[in-house]
């Protein structure tokens, strides 16, 4: 699978490009899967309307409106409650990923329940992620991030990077999200640790990592 971790969505021509680069058809030719669950855990997306604006391309991060020849919904609390052969054969099919922002260890633990983050190394599919869609990839997501608590407790996620991600750096409406405790942040996490504003994305192809940026990061390494 190839990763396409941003702070934001789509929202320059540079990272836009990388995503181009990265599918194996046009976007017009390709099919995507928007996976809204990381809203429902995060007191501030969802649920609700910002939920529904993702789903349907009407929100401010572009990522579902970006001209694909169809768009569906993996919904993952509900993929226990059905027999895998009802979605996985789709998972399989599907050209690209469109994961939300929300709470990062919340879409890690039902990522787990569902058994999606299972599948996702076999996958040969392209993994957008936005904010915790991105996170969720790292080993640990850093205790400052930690909002909704799994039952094992901790900031363990997917662990299928060896890197960490501090987004929104700089962002005017976290006033929190500054360089000095991003290196705070850092110092916590056991691995490297980019930190990226919302023009920033990590791309990963087999499993080399590139910076596209129009804006401002930082790597921290341990």
């Known amino acids: 699978m190839k990763l396409l971790l941003t702070s934001a969505g789509v929202n320059n021509s540079t990272i836009h490009n990388a995503l181009v680069d990265m599918l194996d058809k046009p976007i017009a030719e390709s099919s995507a899967l928007c996976i809204p669950t990381a809203m ?3 007191p501030w997306v969802g649920p609700g309307v910002k939920t529904w ?5 009407k929100s401010e991060n572009p990522m579902v409106d970006l001209g694909w020849k169809s768009v569906g919904v993996l919904e993952l609390t509900a993929l226990p409650s059905i027999e895998q052969d009802r979605w996985v054969p789709l998972v399989r099919e599907t050209d690209v990923f469109l ?4 709470d990062a260890l919340y879409l890690n633990y039902w990522m787990q329940q ?3 983050a299972d599948l996702l190394p076999s996958l ?3 993994y957008v992620g936005m904010s915790a869609g991105s996170m969720v990839m790292a080993p640990n997501i850093g205790e400052e991030f930690v909002g909704w608590r799994p ?3 901790g900031d363990k996620s997917l662990g299928l990077v060896d890197f960490a991600l501090f987004p929104h750096l700089d962002h005017e409406m976290l006033p929190e ?6 290196e705070k942040w850092a110092a916590g996490v056991s691995v490297p640790g980019y930190a990226i504003d919302d023009q920033t994305a990590i791309k990963v192809t087999n499993r080399a990592v590139e910076v596209v940026s129009e804006g401002k990061w930082k790597l921290f390494t341990p």
């Open 40 to 42: 429902y855990g995060h």
């Open 53 to 57: 604006e993702f789903i349907s391309g």
């Open 99 to 102: 994961v939300s922002g929300g």
């Open 114 to 116: 569902s058994g999606l």
């Open 124 to 126: 040969h599919s392209v």
């Open 151 to 153: 039952p094992a407790g």
């Open 177 to 182: 999200n500054t360089l000095a405790n991003a």
